[in-house]
């Protein structure tokens, strides 16, 4: 896997090779930025770079993800056929994640899950996940050169596999760099974030996803650019356009339902509302609630009738023609903060019929707001 596979972050890559050109590349990076901005695809292709020592068997094992120096951690779950102590590692999912990888470096954490077969679990790094990469670390270099340890999402680890990385971290294993991939840093500890070099990774520029839509999909350009401008720097949400549309009808029926069951105050079928919702996986779930902080931005932006600020479909323009008039100044704020606040609850395993529920009687009151 080589730079071909990162759409965009040109500057991310030439600062990169820099540090390697100029031989002061650090025992540990963190590349951090938002979703769908390459993040991993940068920490893949860099890792291989570092391992290409220019032999023909290199390269066709850096092709297959298969070099045997390249070492890739990332959260698991517990399936209910490993035994009650077993503490879940990577090497548990590898053939899964190998699978994925080859498909291409941009997914999201729902089709990681589901690819382990757990939808509707927490995906997590656990200490056993430390534990075995000390002791894979400690092996020398199978071909003399670097050893890379990729950390996909490193805020999932629980404190006792954080605090033994913190060691592997402080004291390193010769010739051996880690390359951390998180989109949440601050969930890290702190001790952590200070021993690693930190680069910030932007979104992706919409021209750039404009020209990849067009060359790796076959978009025609006029569709290619309005998908580019609603992406907004996110290659997967771009992908997922293409791929949900389905997807992208029912959060607009979900949507749609909640804000005239809300508008009519009828509680009960709010209730059943909130219960269908509960019924999504968690990972489902923080996709709808994102989705309902776009389409309530859209929906107040709509207000001011400026075409080029106008990212909706014609199904979610044709609903905002009626209710934008019900997102305003005095709204918009308390309205994005409940969503967030939803988006933590979820994320931190809370009942999501009570979230969905709460989220519903609010917007009663908050619609009437002027």
């Known amino acids: 896997m080589d730079w071909s596979e990162v759409i965009g972050q040109r ?13 002061r590349l650090p025992h540990a990076l963190m590349l951090c930025g938002p979703v769908g901005s390459g993040k991993l695809a940068l920490a893949i292709a860099f890792g291989c770079q570092l391992l290409d020592n220019g032999t023909p068997s290199a390269k ?18 517990k399936l209910p056929s490993m035994s009650a102590d077993h503490k879940p590692v990577s090497d548990d999912f590898a053939k899964e994640w190998h699978e994925l990888l080859m498909a ?101 520029d919409n021209e750039d996803i404009r020209q990849a839509l067009i060359e790796r999909r076959g978009i025609d350009e006029d ?34 339902t909640l804000m005239r069951l809300a508008y ?3 509680i009960k079928d709010l209730r059943k509302w909130s219960e269908q919702m509960a019924a999504m996986g968690r990972e489902k779930q923080k996709r709808w609630l994102n989705y309902f902080l776009r389409m309530t931005r859209e929906n107040f932006v709509y207000n001011f009738q400026e075409e080029e600020l106008n990212y909706m479909t014609s199904e979610e323009e044709a609903f905002a023609s ?15 903060d409940l969503a967030n606040l939803a988006i933590r609850d979820i994320g931190q395993n809370a009942n999501a019929k009570i979230v969905f529920f709460d989220l519903a009687l609010q917007m009663i009151v908050l619609l009437l707001q002027k």
């Open 223 to 256: 569709s290619a650019l309005r998908i580019s401008r609603r992406a907004n720097g996110n290659w997967l949400a771009a992908i997922e356009e293409l791929q949900a549309d389905s997807e992208n009808g029912l959060f607009l029926d979900m949507y749609k």
């Open 104 to 204: 291409g470096p941009y997914f999201t954490m729902e089709e990681w899950m589901q690819a382990m077969g757990g939808e509707n679990q927490q995906a997590i790094i656990t200490a056993g996940e430390s534990d075995e990469l000390v002791r894979k670390l400690s092996l020398k270099s199978s071909q003399g050169g670097y050893k890379v340890s990729i950390v996909w999402l490193p805020e999932r680890m629980n404190i006792e596999c954080a605090n033994k990385l913190l060691k592997l971290i402080e004291e390193p294993p010769q010739q051996t760099v880690f390359i951390m991939v998180s989109e949440e840093p601050e969930k890290l500890l702190e001790t952590i974030r200070s021993r690693v070099q930190r680069i910030d990774i932007r979104k992706t």
């Open 322 to 336: 009626n209710f934008a008039r019900f997102v305003n100044e005095g709204n918009i704020l308390p309205i994005s």
């Open 264 to 266: 009519q105050r009828k």
């Open 11 to 23: 500057e991310a890559q030439e600062r990169l090779m820099q540090m390697v050109r100029e031989d």
């Open 60 to 77: 066709a094992m850096l092709d297959k993800l298969e070099h045997p120096d390249l070492y890739f951690t990332y959260p698991t779950i």
